[in-house]
């Protein structure tokens, strides 16, 4: 299992931590495709890896943690929006385990209200979108 956390948590296995908490930035975004269609841009969102590529994300709002636990092939990225504010806390690989409680406390610990699930196994994914939204 791979998690990565962007402040101190009590989550195992020596994940990544860093305590700064830039703001997007150029890191993500709405789809601008999607830009005249409310019930899709509100669904989908993209986020930038440290190699510059774009990864789209179906979004799923705090509650929704036991449907994104069934994702076997997948990573979500636990966010924090306020209005216009985007910031990503938490990166979790999917699949390996039952993470519906994992991901709960996550929710709970970092103040998580949306996972950004990008449907990938590709530790290669995993680590360039780490590199980029966790550093």
């Known amino acids: 299992m791979s998690l990565a956390c962007s402040q101190a948590s009590t989550f195992g296995g020596g994940p990544y931590v860093d305590d700064s908490h830039r703001h997007l930035g150029d890191r993500g975004g709405e789809l ?6 409310q019930n899709l841009r509100d669904r989908f969102f993209f986020w930038r890896g440290l190699s510059g590529r774009r990864y789209v994300c179906s979004i799923f709002k705090a509650g929704e943690e036991a449907f994104v636990s069934d994702i076997t092939l997948g990573l979500a990225i636990g966010v924090i929006r306020s209005g216009l504010d985007v910031q990503a806390r938490s990166i979790i690989q999917l699949g390996q385990y039952d993470h519906c409680a994992q991901l ?4 709970h610990e970092l103040g998580v209200n949306e996972w950004h699930v ?3 196994n590709s530790a290669s994914v995993f680590e360039d979108l780490t590199g980029s939204l966790l550093s």
Do not use: D, K, M, Y
């Not at 601008?32 to 269609?37: G, P, V």
């Not at 709960?104 to 929710?107: L, V």
């Open 32 to 37: 601008t495709s999607l830009a005249r269609t």
């Open 104 to 107: 709960r406390a996550i929710r």
């Open 118 to 120: 990008h449907f990938s």
